[in-house]
């Protein structure tokens, strides 16, 4: 998916790519205002 913020689009996949390596992040998921997601953590 991208986003489109102050006229530069964005990967939301990348952003998710980059913050998985930090070492203390087990899992990232980014997502943009307005959408309806149900999120589980286990």
Aim: proline residues 2%; charged residues 40%; glycine residues 8%.
């Amino acid at each position: 998916d991208q986003v489109k913020l102050r006229g530069v689009r964005i990967e939301l996949g990348e952003i998710e790519a980059q913050l998985k390596q930090i070492a203390d992040i087990r899992d990232a998921v980014v997502d943009c205002p307005g959408r309806i997601r149900r999120v589980k953590s286990v």
